[in-house]
């Protein structure tokens, strides 16, 4: 008791200790601003209060001024963005800044500078201390150049105007110090809360939104009212006809661009007038009059306190809808608005539902809305699929209305995770993106549960064609976690924005996200809300840091917590569980990292639920007492738990077949089937049936059966395969695959062992064992011997991602060897780029024979590419009697890989000598790729070829070897020598 009472004590001080040393700054802001929609700027003058809530004194000020992010090449943003972006192609005339400013702190100048690193931050050195609890006012004009496109989330597309990150702005300073930092894509923000006043001049004739309340906005508030007449009446069209009118105003708008009929308008000469009448439907019809920006002007003012930023867009051409969103504990309505471009009036005719439904949701969740409207804009940013403001989010193109709803679902519920609850983003990007996932989940299950959450991507392919149907928004965000979980390159969630490759980013979505769901299920729904809602409560309008967070968890359950807060947010251990079932007995074992919490069921007759079970502390194996009456036992049955190997998780397995493809159900055998085909030219066309199953993440490997009918010889051909993949053991990852065929006349198999081990750079060992029976008559007997051939391969390759001049460096080195021969090769490779528009790449190859005896002539090496002694490529012709020369020249690039057809009597020339090839590339931004390769070899001299290659055709157009003729001369030469590299294996994205 004396224990018990000490620990509780300890909390209580603990905590109080906490919200004791807890401070924020209070930023509040009057800006007015002039939008310019010819020359695409800002003028703008801002006042800032700055009030000192810290206890220490402040002998500076760090300012963010984001604007700069895009002026040159030189900024973080940019370099984060990388050579290949559309901003690093963009010319200096589409970029932005801002400049103009001339700081004043309580009326009078002070000096600043800029960061050292970063030009889109800046320092503000106080002429006097700013001490605790006192308030300075910091006034400064300011001149923002729009962004020609929207590079990432400020700019302009015509006169559409993104306004973000827009103004200067205080950095955070909170009890961990200053958190200047520069403007990035990947990574967002952290700001301090306050009230914006913001003034906005712009041509009236703009549809504007932004955060806050019009102040005495209601005539404008009318305008848009009146303008969602409109839209209410298109959204009365049928799907069909909603369709046609979009697209009879589209081809408006095309003829208004192109062909300009104007007419001087009687009561204002200097307008343009362009009327159009269309009957799109048996219901409407529209005018159409353009016109330039308005003379007249209007000046709009917003307000909103209690947020940390402000955004606003501006467009002419958008629809208006208006909706409500009404909660209990509330007694005035949230106003919904949803601002689109007629393009998109049939994605988009749903989007108050989504609105609604969103704010209704997370309210219910978490706590009521507490700002006056939730507003959605059609938008063009190119910062992933929507971006979130205070109030308001603006969305990219979407393709479907699930994926609408998802990211206005998600952004919407950032005004809880990032707006009201005012994480570091940057710091701590799983507090605002995976919480928010996680809601995103639970929204899915709750609003969708008859509907089995289903989700869909690409109506036309799950409505129409069927596949993917019983596709889940919970797999949806699973399959993002686990086919990365077991990565040697994966990275912990308690890294900074700015530390994650990019393919590593999104699991502060998805990881957090489906660990956050199956938090939630372990501790039941009850206690889940109890605890959300207090942690809402607690830091609403405040800067949590994640232990801020665990302790609100740690205050309301005595439950070991330490897999989540530990394993799921600082490690990438992850959870694997299996269970089987020995002489009656049901054994559950831990195969992963993380020891978490598991679920059991048991079923009994019919398929009747028995019993549910949490199991915990299982670090190898737990035998389990079944209830009676138990058949079967399955892990986690309603796929909370993030398992990253879900096939091991029943101890019985149905067969059920799907269609192309659908969502596994992981416990039972799913069989995917499709029509299937091959085409070659001694088997012509093969139809028939693939069987395969896995491919999704949560397999460990991948079956596949192509069973097929050889029309040309009336028989049965086809392939099959099965692969294993193994971690953690000598490689970092490892598979182990058997494949077997009857096609192009082999009837053989082979065996492949493939281990890798990844660091800075990757370092791959194959080794395999093939066995080949080859049927002459279906084979071109100048490349290969008939007969049966037993062989074998030992590789080792490296690569390495170099960033720089230099972009790749790999190398390859190789022995096979069979009953009478032996061969080694090594190959290297690498990129150059002198110029982000010019790309050289150089090959190199050398190999030879070491015995006298007769080589089978399919093993030896070709000057002018392999033939594919494996049979692991696609070719269509291996007979040569195709009367098309293209595809009885098809090009491998394997061995010396010379794209020149060097050919003696008709065939290709071979050698059981020492040969090499060096293969030169070069590719510019605006020109077709150009070769130059030379070849030779103890059997040869030293031949050269050059030419050109579009997309799969390589067109040579000198050959050094020729007797007669060794340029072209006409479009016969090169057909006779144009050649086509096709070496894709459909099937083998089943391997």
Same mark, same amino acid.
């Not at 009404?326 to 989504?354: C, G, H, V």
């Given at each position: 008791?004396?224990?018990?009472?000490?620990?509780?004590?300890?909390?209580?001080?603990?905590?109080?200790?906490?919200?004791?040393?807890?401070?924020?700054?209070?930023?509040?802001?009057?800006?007015?601003?002039?939008?310019?929609?010819?020359?695409?700027?800002?003028?703008?003058?801002?006042?800032?209060? !700055?009030?000192?809530?810290?206890?220490?004194?402040?002998?500076?000020?760090?300012?963010?001024?984001?604007?700069?992010?895009?002026?040159?090449?030189?900024?973080?943003?940019?370099?984060?963005?990388?050579?290949?972006?559309?901003?690093?192609?963009?010319?200096?005339?589409?970029?932005?800044?801002?400049?103009?400013?001339?700081?004043?702190?309580?009326?009078?100048?002070?000096?600043?500078?800029?960061?050292?690193?970063?030009?889109?931050?800046?320092?503000?050195?106080?002429?006097?201390?700013?001490?605790?609890?006192?308030?300075?006012?910091?006034?400064?004009?300011?001149?923002?150049?729009?962004?020609?496109?929207?590079?990432?989330?400020?700019?302009?597309?015509?006169?559409?105007?993104?306004?973000?990150? %827009?103004?200067?702005?205080?950095?955070?300073?909170?009890?961990?110090? %200053?958190?200047?930092?520069?403007?990035?894509?990947?990574?967002?923000?952290?700001?301090?809360?306050?009230?914006?006043?913001?003034?906005?001049?712009?041509?009236?004739?703009?549809?504007?939104?932004?955060?806050?309340?019009?102040?005495?906005?209601?005539?404008?508030?009318?305008?848009?009212?009146?303008?969602?007449?409109?839209?209410?009446?298109?959204?009365?069209?049928?799907?069909?006809?909603?369709?046609?009118?979009i697209k009879n105003d589209q081809k408006i708008k095309s003829k208004i661009a192109l062909d300009v009929n104007l007419e001087n308008s009687e009561d204002n000469p200097s307008s343009r007038m362009l009327s159009v009448s269309l009957e799109s439907s048996k219901k409407t019809s529209e005018s159409y009059t353009s016109?330039?920006?308005?003379? +007249?002007?209007?000046?709009?003012?917003?307000?909103?306190?209690?947020?940390?930023?402000?955004?606003?867009?501006?467009?002419?051409?958008?629809?208006?809808?208006?909706?409500?969103?009404?909660?209990?504990?509330?007694?005035?309505?949230?106003?919904?608005?949803?601002?689109?471009?007629?393009?998109?009036?049939?994605?988009?005719?749903?989007?108050?539902?989504?609105?609604?439904?969103?704010?209704?949701?997370?309210?219910?969740?978490?706590?009521?809305?507490?700002?006056?409207?939730?507003?959605?804009?059609?938008?063009?940013?190119?910062?992933?699929?929507?971006?979130?403001?205070?109030?308001?989010?603006?969305?990219?193109?979407?393709?479907?209305?699930?994926?609408?709803?998802?990211?206005?679902?998600?952004?919407?519920?950032?005004?809880?995770?990032?707006?009201?609850?005012?994480?570091?983003?940057?710091?701590?990007?799983? /507090?605002?993106?995976?919480?928010?996932?996680?809601?995103?989940?639970?929204?899915?299950?709750?609003?969708?549960?008859?509907?089995?959450?289903?989700?869909?991507?690409?109506?036309?392919?799950?409505?129409?064609?069927?596949?993917?149907?019983?596709?889940?928004?919970?797999?949806?965000?699973?399959?993002?976690?686990?086919?990365?979980?077991?990565?040697?390159?994966?990275?912990?969630?308690?890294?900074?924005?700015?530390?994650?490759?990019?393919?590593?980013?999104?699991?502060?979505?998805?990881?957090?996200?489906?660990?956050?769901?199956?938090?939630?299920?372990?501790?039941?729904? +009850?206690? /889940?809300?109890?605890?959300?809602?207090? !942690?809402?409560?607690?830091?609403?309008?405040?800067?949590?840091?994640?232990?801020?967070?665990?302790?609100?968890?740690?205050?309301?359950?005595?439950?070991?917590?330490?897999?989540?807060?530990?394993?799921?947010?600082?490690?990438?251990? !992850?959870?694997?569980?299996?269970?089987?079932?020995?002489?009656?007995?049901?054994?559950?074992?831990?195969?992963?990292?993380?020891?978490?919490?598991?679920?059991?069921?048991?079923?009994?007759?019919?398929?009747?639920?028995?019993?549910?079970?949490?199991?915990?502390?299982?670090?190898?194996?737990?035998?389990?007492?079944?209830?009676?009456?138990?058949?079967?036992?399955?892990?986690?049955?309603?796929?909370?738990?993030?398992?990253?190997?879900?096939?091991?998780?029943?101890?019985?397995?149905?067969?059920?077949?799907? #269609?192309?493809?659908?969502?596994?159900? !992981?416990?039972?055998?799913?069989?995917?089937?499709?029509?299937w085909f091959n085409a070659n030219y001694y088997n012509g066309f093969t139809p028939g049936l693939l069987f395969y199953k896995g491919v999704a993440p949560g397999y460990s490997g991948v079956t596949a059966f192509e069973a097929m009918w050889d029309l040309n010889n009336k028989k049965i051909v086809g392939k099959i395969?099965?692969?294993?993949?193994?971690?953690?053991?000598?490689?970092?990852?490892?598979?182990?695959?058997?494949?077997? /065929?009857?096609?192009?006349?082999?009837?053989?198999?082979?065996?492949?062992?493939?281990?890798?081990?990844?660091?800075?750079?990757?370092?791959?060992?194959?080794?395999?064992?093939?066995?080949?029976?080859?049927?002459?008559?279906?084979?071109?007997?100048?490349?290969?011997?008939?007969?049966?051939?037993?062989?074998?391969?030992?590789?080792?390759?490296?690569?390495?991602?170099?960033?720089?001049?230099?972009?790749?460096?790999?190398?390859?080195?190789?022995?096979?060897?069979?009953?009478?021969?032996?061969?080694?090769?090594?190959?290297?490779?690498?990129?150059?780029?002198?110029?982000?528009?010019?790309?050289?790449?150089?090959?190199? #190859?050398?190999?030879?024979?070491?015995?006298?005896?007769?080589?089978?002539?399919?093993?030896?090496?070709?000057?002018?590419?392999?033939?594919?002694?494996?049979?692991?490529?696609?070719?269509?012709?291996?007979?040569?009697?195709?009367?098309?020369?293209?595809?009885?020249?098809?090009?491998?690039?394997?061995?010396?890989?010379?794209?020149?057809?060097?050919?003696?009597?008709?065939?290709?020339?071979?050698?059981?000598?020492?040969?090499?090839?060096?293969?030169?590339?070069?590719?510019?931004?605006?020109?077709?790729n150009i070769f130059y390769d030379i070849a030779g070899g103890d059997d040869y001299n030293t031949y050269s070829a050059a030419g050109i290659t579009i997309g799969p055709v390589i067109i040579p157009l000198y050959q050094s070897w020729e007797e007669v003729d060794r340029r072209a001369k006409d479009v016969k030469w090169?057909?006779?020598?144009?050649?086509?590299?096709?070496?894709?294996?459909?099937?083998?994205?089943?391997?």
């Open positions: 008791m004396y224990k018990m009472s000490l620990y509780f004590c300890i909390i209580i001080s603990t905590l109080f200790s906490q919200q004791k040393n807890y401070f924020q700054q209070e930023v509040n802001y009057e800006i007015d601003v002039v939008l310019n929609d010819d020359e695409h700027s800002l003028s703008a003058y801002e006042k800032i209060e !700055y009030k000192n809530n810290s206890p220490n004194e402040l002998s500076f000020l760090w300012f963010h001024i984001w604007p700069n992010a895009y002026k040159d090449d030189s900024t973080a943003y940019a370099k984060q963005a990388g050579p290949n972006s559309r901003f690093a192609k963009s010319d200096s005339s589409d970029r932005g800044f801002i400049d103009s400013l001339d700081f004043k702190v309580d009326g009078k100048k002070i000096d600043w500078s800029y960061h050292p690193e970063w030009i889109d931050v800046v320092k503000l050195n106080l002429a006097n201390t700013l001490k605790p609890n006192q308030t300075i006012t910091i006034e400064t004009p300011f001149f923002v150049k729009l962004p020609g496109e929207v590079f990432s989330r400020l700019g302009h597309t015509g006169k559409h105007y993104e306004i973000t990150q %827009w103004y200067p702005k205080p950095a955070v300073y909170d009890k961990k110090g %200053w958190h200047p930092m520069p403007y990035l894509n990947q990574g967002e923000f952290y700001s301090e809360f306050g009230t914006f006043d913001v003034k906005i001049t712009l041509p009236k004739d703009y549809k504007v939104m932004a955060t806050g309340d019009l102040v005495d906005g209601e005539s404008e508030y009318l305008w848009l009212e009146g303008l969602t007449s409109k839209t209410d009446s298109l959204n009365t069209l049928s799907e069909k006809e909603l369709k046609e009118w016109e330039p920006s308005s003379s +007249d002007n209007k000046t709009l003012h917003f307000r909103q306190s209690n947020v940390h930023d402000f955004a606003w867009f501006a467009d002419k051409n958008w629809l208006v809808q208006k909706g409500e969103l009404t909660l209990q504990n509330r007694s005035d309505p949230i106003t919904l608005w949803s601002f689109y471009l007629p393009k998109n009036a049939e994605l988009w005719r749903n989007s108050i539902e989504y609105l609604h439904d969103s704010g209704y949701w997370f309210s219910k969740y978490y706590g009521d809305y507490p700002y006056n409207h939730i507003t959605a804009v059609d938008g063009d940013l190119s910062a992933g699929g929507g971006m979130e403001y205070p109030n308001i989010t603006v969305i990219a193109s979407m393709p479907s209305k699930d994926l609408l709803e998802m990211v206005i679902m998600h952004e919407v519920g950032h005004n809880w995770f990032y707006g009201i609850i005012g994480s570091n983003e940057r710091y701590y990007t799983w /507090m605002d993106e995976g919480l928010n996932d996680y809601s995103n989940i639970r929204y899915w299950q709750d609003k969708y549960g008859d509907a089995n959450e289903r989700f869909v991507l690409i109506p036309f392919i799950q409505d129409k064609i069927g596949i993917a149907k019983s596709l889940k928004y919970s797999w949806f965000n699973y399959i993002q976690y686990a086919s990365s979980a077991k990565s040697e390159k994966v990275q912990p969630l308690n890294l900074k924005a700015d530390e994650y490759t990019p393919a590593n980013y999104g699991l502060n979505y998805s990881k957090t996200g489906v660990f956050t769901r199956f938090l939630h299920h372990y501790l039941g729904e +009850d206690k /889940m809300d109890d605890i959300m809602q207090e !942690y809402f409560q607690e830091w609403k309008y405040k800067h949590p840091a994640p232990e801020d967070f665990r302790s609100v968890f740690e205050k309301n359950t005595n439950k070991d917590l330490t897999w989540y807060f530990n394993g799921a947010l600082k490690t990438t251990d !992850y959870i694997d569980y299996s269970i089987r079932k020995k002489s009656g007995r049901y054994i559950v074992t831990n195969q992963g990292t993380m020891n978490s919490p598991v679920e059991v069921v048991f079923y009994g007759k019919d398929k009747k639920e028995i019993e549910r079970i949490w199991i915990e502390g299982v670090d190898v194996e737990r035998d389990i007492k079944a209830p009676q009456g138990a058949r079967y036992a399955i892990i986690d049955p309603d796929e909370h738990m993030p398992d990253i190997k879900r096939e091991n998780n029943s101890t019985r397995s149905n067969v059920k077949l799907h #269609w192309v493809w659908d969502q596994p159900t !992981y416990y039972d055998h799913d069989i995917n089937f499709t029509p395969s099965r692969s294993f993949n193994f971690e953690e053991n000598l490689f970092n990852e490892s598979t182990l695959r058997f494949n077997g /065929m009857r096609l192009h006349g082999n009837t053989g198999g082979r065996i492949t062992f493939n281990g890798r081990i990844t660091n800075n750079n990757t370092h791959d060992f194959t080794a395999l064992a093939s066995h080949s029976a080859l049927e002459l008559s279906a084979l071109d007997s100048n490349l290969y011997s008939e007969g049966d051939y037993t062989t074998s391969l030992l590789q080792y390759s490296f690569s390495k991602n170099t960033k720089g001049i230099i972009d790749d460096v790999s190398f390859k080195s190789g022995i096979m060897f069979g009953k009478n021969f032996l061969k080694s090769w090594i190959e290297g490779k690498t990129k150059i780029k002198p110029h982000k528009h010019i790309n050289f790449q150089i090959r190199g #190859w050398a190999g030879d024979f070491y015995n006298d005896n007769e080589i089978p002539k399919q093993y030896r090496t070709y000057l002018s590419g392999g033939i594919d002694p494996m049979f692991s490529s696609y070719i269509y012709d291996r007979t040569g009697r195709s009367s098309f020369a293209i595809m009885q020249n098809q090009y491998v690039q394997k061995g010396p890989a010379f794209r020149g057809l060097v050919k003696d009597g008709g065939s290709f020339v071979s050698s059981t000598s020492m040969t090499w090839g060096i293969n030169l590339d070069l590719k510019t931004r605006f020109s077709p090169v057909s006779d020598r144009v050649r086509l590299q096709f070496n894709f294996n459909l099937a083998s994205l089943l391997q």
